[in-house]
C-alpha cells in the first residue's frame, strides 16, 4: 500500500508599504489637455499659472448649506467666489464742492447752505466686484459700530436695526443710476441724496458689505464689512436780509424805510426803489415769505388808502406791491429752488398790466415761496405803486410791513 505525506509550510511574509502619488486622469477638451493634472492636499482656493486659472476644492462638504433667517452659505467653493470687500467712495452732507455731489457745488447743491441736516449722500467702489453684486449699508453713530447700529433699507432709505437678504440691492439702485439688465431707469431722488431720516448736527458712520449669488437657491456668499467712511449733518438753518435800494446789487441799513415822495391825486406814483428780500435756507420743503399791513393801507389820521388787487390804472384809488421779475434770482436751481412770486389770494406777479399791483393785507399772504424746496441766495425785489383820490387831504401817509419767512422742514 502506498503512503502520502503531506507537508504544511507556514510562510510569514513581511513587507513594507510605500505610497505612490496617484495622478489624475488628464483633462481634454478641443482645445487643450491637462496632463496628469495634480494638487496638494492643502491646497484650496484659485491656483494659476501662466496658461490657465483653476478653482481648486478638497473640501468634503460641497454640498452643506449653512442657513439663518438672513441668509444661506454653502460650504466647500463658495468661500472662494464671496464677494470682494468694497469701499466707500464718498459720504457727505455739507461739502460746498466733493466728489458725491451730482452737481460741481456738493451737497449744499442739494440742500442748500450749510448743508443736508436729515440726509446724505454716498458711492460705492465695488472693488472689481461684477454687475450682479448686491451692496448693503449699516450705519451708526459710533466709530467702531458697537452702539446704535443700525441698516438703511433700500426702498425707502430709512434706517432700521435689522438686517435681511432684500436689504442688498444693486450699486446703481443706491446710486439711482442705470445699467442695463440690472436697474432699467434712473432715480433722480437717490441721485441727489441716498441715505433718508437722520437727527440734525450728528456724525454717522457708515460702512458696506458685498453680496454674491442668490438668495432663493441659498448660493449666495456676503463679504466682510468695508471700512467706514462718516460725516455730520448740519442744524437746520434759515438766514433773511432785507434792504431798500434801487437794484439787488444795493444794500441798505435798518430801520429799513422806502419812499414814494410826492403823490399826485389821480395819478400812480412808483417807488425809486425796490424792497429787495435775499432769504438762504436747507429748509427741505422749502420756505414762504408772508407779508402783511398793519393799517390795511397807506393812513394819514382818518385818511385810508387801501390796499388793492386791482390795476391801478382803472382804479379810482389803491396801493399795493408789484414784483419786477427781473430781480428774482437763486443759485442752484437746477437742483433746488426758485422765487416763485404769490399770485393768490393776493398777485404780486408782473404778469398782465403794467400797474397791477398785490394787496398786503392785514392778514398774512404769501409774498413767494422756494417751489417747495432748498433755496440757495434766492433774491426778490418789490416796488411800492400807490394813487390817491384827489379828495385826500395833504399829508405824510405811512404803512408798516412785516415780512415773516416760514420754513418747511
Known amino acids: ?5 503531506l507537508l504544511f509550510l507556514s510562510i510569514l511574509i513581511i513587507t513594507t508599504l510605500v505610497p505612490n502619488k496617484i495622478f489624475a486622469q488628464d483633462v481634454d477638451s478641443t482645445t487643450y489637455r ?3 493634472p495634480s494638487i496638494g492636499e492643502s491646497e484650496n482656493g484659485i491656483t494659476t499659472s501662466q496658461n490657465f486659472t483653476s478653482l ?5 462638504v460641497d454640498d452643506f448649506t449653512t442657513t439663518s433667517t438672513n441668509y444661506s452659505l454653502t460650504g466647500g467653493t463658495a468661500k472662494f467666489s464671496e464677494a470682494n470687500v468694497p469701499s466707500i467712495t464718498c459720504f457727505e452732507t455739507s461739502t460746498s464742492s466733493g466728489t458725491c455731489s451730482i452737481g460741481t457745488n456738493g451737497m449744499q447743491e442739494v440742500c442748500s447752505s450749510p448743508g443736508c441736516y436729515d440726509r446724505a449722500k454716498f458711492l460705492i467702489n ?3 466686484n461684477p454687475d450682479d453684486t448686491r451692496y448693503a449699508v449699516q450705519i451708526s453713530t459710533s466709530s467702531a459700530f458697537t452702539s446704535n447700529v443700525f441698516y438703511v433699507e433700500p426702498v425707502t432709505r430709512l434706517i432700521k436695526s435689522a438686517l435681511t437678504v432684500s436689504d442688498f440691492v444693486y450699486k446703481c439702485d443706491w446710486e439711482g443710476t442705470t445699467l442695463a439688465g440690472f436697474c432699467g431707469s434712473s432715480n433722480t431722488t437717490w441721485q441727489k441724496y441716498n441715505i433718508l431720516g437722520l437727527s440734525p448736527n450728528v456724525t454717522y458712520y457708515i460702512r458696506i458689505a458685498a453680496l454674491h449669488g442668490s438668495s432663493t437657491d441659498g448660493s449666495f456668499t456676503q463679504s466682510a464689512w468695508s471700512s467706514s467712511a462718516n460725516t455730520t449733518t448740519q442744524n437746520t438753518s434759515l438766514s433773511v436780509d432785507i434792504d ?3 437794484s439787488t446789487a444795493g444794500s441798505s441799513t435798518p430801520p429799513y424805510i422806502i419812499s414814494l415822495g ?5 395819478s400812480i406814483t412808483t417807488s425809486t426803489n425796490y424792497i429787495i428780500t435775499r432769504l438762504t435756507t436747507n429748509a427741505i420743503s422749502g420756505i414762504t415769505m408772508y407779508i402783511t399791513g398793519t393799517n390795511g393801507g397807506l393812513l394819514n389820521g382818518v385818511n385810508l388808502i387801501a390796499n388793492v388787487n386791482a390795476d391801478l390804472a382803472v382804479s379810482t384809488e389803491g ?6 421779475s427781473t430781480t428774482n434770482s437763486s443759485s442752484f436751481s437746477s437742483f433746488i429752488g426758485i422765487i416763485t412770486v404769490s399770485s393768490t389770494p393776493s398777485d404780486f406777479t408782473d404778469a398782465g398790466a403794467t400797474n397791477k399791483v398785490g394787496s398786503p393785507t392785514t392778514a398774512f399772504v404769501p409774498l413767494f415761496t422756494s417751489n417747495s424746496l432748498p433755496l440757495h441766495t434766492g433774491v426778490s425785489g418789490y416796488r411800492v405803486k400807490a394813487k390817491p383820490l384827489i379828495t385826500r387831504s395833504t399829508g405824510s401817509y405811512t404803512e408798516t410791513i412785516t415780512y415773516i419767512p416760514v420754513g418747511s422742514y
Open 34 to 36: 491637462l496632463v496628469a
Open 244 to 246: 431798500i435800494a434801487t
Open 1 to 5: 500500500m502506498r503512503k502520502v505525506a
Open 56 to 60: 481648486n476644492d478638497s473640501s468634503p
Open 126 to 128: 465695488a472693488q472689481n
Open 319 to 324: 396801493y399795493g406791491l408789484r414784483n419786477d
Open 262 to 266: 410826492t403823490m399826485v391825486a389821480g
